[in-house]
T-cell receptor, first 112, second 114 residues
């Protein structure tokens, strides 16, 4: 049963620290998405990759957030420096082009 | 641009009651439509989908029919269980300008009481 995996599942850090979240997409999927979920804003798309190339990161605060895919089995989302308003659940999802997206379990981030 | 509008929650109902969650959309082209479900502490899971007009998606007793004339994709279940308590998201994808991105609704929380 193929699944998207995310690490860490939980992260507590202090304001100003760097945070790196990792995602392993389902083998063979060529699209990867990063979402942020909060009570106030709901589910927001941060970044979108196809075949490891970034197609859209307009939803991401560029000054502190960065998203990369070093290889087909790893996607990373980095926040530097982190701020309390970044506290949220971050989801990675993968899929095959315009077909169904499969979500990981999320990384629950708390910035103090 | 594309958008999805869902009825606001929470929707609270008793076990074995009938559930309807309304979803309407605005999109260019011919989108595929989806319902995702999120249980507490988990990621979103695909519940059902429909890829063209008049298609009916179904899974686990849930159904939704793609209505192009009313741009709607309402979710229904005839008899809910406590285990159906979750947040339900309507979404669309596959329009000519979306590049495969999904547009999600705000989510509707459903609470089923024994």
């Amino acid at each position: 049963d193929a699944r998207v995996t995310q690490t860490p599942r939980h992260k507590v850090t202090e304001m100003g620290q760097e945070v790196t979240m990792r995602c392993q997409p389902i083998l063979g999927h060529n699209t990867v998405f990063w979402y942020r979920q909060t009570m106030m804003q709901g589910l927001e798309l941060l970044a979108y990759f196809r075949n490891r190339a970034p197609l859209d990161d307009s939803g991401m605060p560029k000054d502190r957030f960065s998203a990369e895919m070093p290889d087909a089995t790893l996607a990373t989302l980095k926040i530097q420096p982190s701020e309390p308003r970044d506290s949220a659940v971050y989801f990675c999802a993968s899929g095959l082009s315009e077909e169904t997206q499969y979500f990981g379990p999320g990384t629950r981030l708390l910035v103090l | 641009g594309n958008s999805v509008t869902q009825m606001e929650g929470p929707v609270t109902l008793s076990e074995e009651a009938f559930l309807t969650i309304n979803c309407t959309y605005t999109a260019t082209g011919y989108p595929s439509l989806f319902w995702y479900v999120q249980y507490p502490g988990e990621g979103l899971q695909l519940l059902l989908k429909a890829t063209k007009a008049d298609d009916k998606g179904s899974n686990k007793g849930f159904e939704a029919t793609y209505r192009k004339e009313t741009t709607s994709f309402h979710l229904e279940k005839g008899s809910v269980q406590v285990s159906d308590s979750a947040v339900y998201f309507c979404a669309l994808s596959g329009t000519t300008d979306s590049w495969g991105k999904f547009q999600f609704g705000a989510g509707t929380q459903v609470v089923v009481t024994p």
